[in-house]
């Protein structure tokens, strides 16, 4: 099996999270976990200034693009460009061109393997985001996605979440 890359594929504006969120159906229905590891639409935190107040919001970084960490086949390719509100992946011609990592560096998008100091079974704390000051048993590491999955409490039962490395701490 060949190697997955970061691949940029060009949206109708305004459509990047309804691709996001196609291509992730498209991905459970066909059992292409394997193939299609992650679709991202990067964004960033902007303050605005609304009737005098500073407000921070997210914006996208890049309007009417997405991008996909797959292995490149003509399954996956098919798959991604028939996705409604796709018109494309970014390359010349045909033939879609990976990211290199030098493209990736200003993304938050890093190829080297990372480390984190817990591991399944440890708890953690949440330390920002929206499950700031959660305490949570980790049932999942995935370093592809950089994220934990922890159990919390929610309306009385647990529901698994999804945490970036970022925002825990081992206790």
Sequence with gaps: MSEANWYVVHTYSGYENKVKANIEKTIEN???EEEILEVRVPMQ??????????KNVQKKMFPGYVLINMVMNDDTWYVV???????????????????????????????????VD?????????VAGVWKDTVGVVQRIDYGKQTATINVELFGRE???EIGFAEVRRM
């Design 81 to 115: 460009r028939n996705t409604r509100g796709v018109t494309g992946f970014v390359g010349p011609g045909s033939k879609p061109v990976p990211l290199t990592e030098a493209e990736m560096k200003p993304l938050g998008i890093r190829m080297e393997n990372i480390s």
């Design 45 to 54: 935190d902007v303050v605005e200034m609304k009737n005098g107040a500073k």
């Design 30 to 32: 066909r059992h292409l």
């Design 159 to 161: 529901t698994p979440v």
């Design 118 to 126: 817990f591991a399944e079974g440890d708890t953690i704390a949440v």
